[in-house]
């Protein structure tokens, strides 16, 4: 998705913005406008929004035409959508915080994650390693769930305490009901229910994977144990400051490839064959070269 996920030094600020100045290190999102007056953004959570604009491919107020995102020199936004990165992040590791960061992070603070509760992290990808730096650094015991043995020692380096080949039935079976809650980062087709039988009483799966195939769930899977089953993407305008603060303060980065502008369409393939730990961001000053 083009540039969605932004981060660099503020140049200029308008007369009336008083948040920011010319050299602070700020952050720009998948959002960069809202209605700021329906009750979703009056609760914080501008992502809800039915007005939301997204930071690309979204109708441009201002200009007209659409949004065009991040993959550029520079990009005016409204200062309520432009947040403070701290300063102890780097830039590009700080980058994709703006979106796989907050998506595993807000989920994890809204169903109770928390030092003694156990987590299942389902994908070691671009979401599932940022779910096992949050889940860890929130005290929880972390299991991740893989289909590739070859993810073990990397999982173990991110933070888990334990690695589940979850083709393995008894592997699987060792963990029946006994989870507070599970991250299910997968968006290729998989067997949904394997992972709800996980779940303790009034344990909760949340979906931030997007397979295109739908989910087949079974209801006796959530009746039996009265699970929760739900979904979740960003988080708004607060929370993912929050989100930043709390990097800042464990020194929670994601683990990236930097590259120039002239090898995206070479990524591109990279991350369609998996071949990324975990993100790639772009140097946006290769632009200069072109």
Same mark, same amino acid.
């Given at each position: 998705?083009?540039?969605?996920? #932004?981060?660099?030094? $503020? ?7 008083t ?22 953004? =009056?609760?914080?959570?501008? =992502?809800?929004?039915? +007005?939301?604009?997204?930071? *690309?491919n ?7 035409? $659409? ?6 020199? /520079?990009?005016? &936004? ?30 994890m603070?809204?169903?109770? &994650?928390?030092?003694?509760?156990? &987590?299942? $992290? ?19 015991h972390? $299991? &991740?769930?893989?289909? /590739? ?18 083709? +393995?039935?008894?592997?699987? =079976? ?18 949904? +229910?394997?992972y ?10 949340? #979906? ?9 769930? /079974?209801? *006796? ?48 393939e990279?991350?369609? +064959? ?17």
């Amino acid at each position: 998705v083009p540039g969605h996920e #932004i981060v660099g030094r $503020v140049t200029k600020v308008g007369s009336a913005v008083t948040k920011f100045k010319p050299g602070d290190l700020a952050a720009v999102g998948c959002l960069v406008g809202s209605d700021g007056t329906c009750p979703e953004c =009056q609760a914080g959570l501008e =992502q809800f929004c039915p +007005n939301m604009v997204l930071t *690309f491919n979204s109708p441009d107020k201002h200009l007209g035409g $659409v949004t065009y995102g991040g993959y550029s020199a /520079s990009i005016v &936004v409204d200062d309520r959508f432009v947040l403070r990165v701290p300063s102890n992040l780097t830039l590009a590791g700080a980058a994709p915080l703006l979106c796989a960061g907050i998506t595993t992070y807000s989920p994890m603070r809204r169903w109770g &994650v928390t030092k003694g509760k156990k &987590v299942g $992290v389902v994908g070691l990808g671009g979401l599932g390693h940022m779910g096992v730096k949050f889940a860890h650094e929130l005290g929880a015991h972390v $299991v &991740v769930f893989t289909t /590739s043995p070859r993810k073990k020692d990397d999982a173990l380096r991110l933070g888990a305490d334990e690695v589940v080949v979850s083709r +393995n039935a008894a592997e699987m =079976q060792k963990h029946a009901s006994s989870f507070d809650f599970i991250l299910d980062a997968v968006s290729g087709d998989h067997d949904i +229910n394997a992972y709800i039988n996980l779940l303790r009483r009034d344990g909760t799966l949340t #979906i931030v994977g997007a397979p295109v195939k739908p989910h087949a769930v /079974s209801a *006796f899977s959530l009746l039996f144990g009265r699970r929760n089953l739900s979904g979740s993407i960003i988080g708004g305008l607060p929370e993912t400051q929050e989100m930043l603060d709390f990097c800042g303060a464990h020194n929670i980065t994601t683990d990236v490839e930097v590259i120039p502008i002239q090898k995206v369409n070479e990524a591109y393939e990279r991350l369609l +064959n998996a071949d990324v730990k975990y993100r790639f961001s772009i140097d946006m000053a290769s632009l200069k070269a072109e």
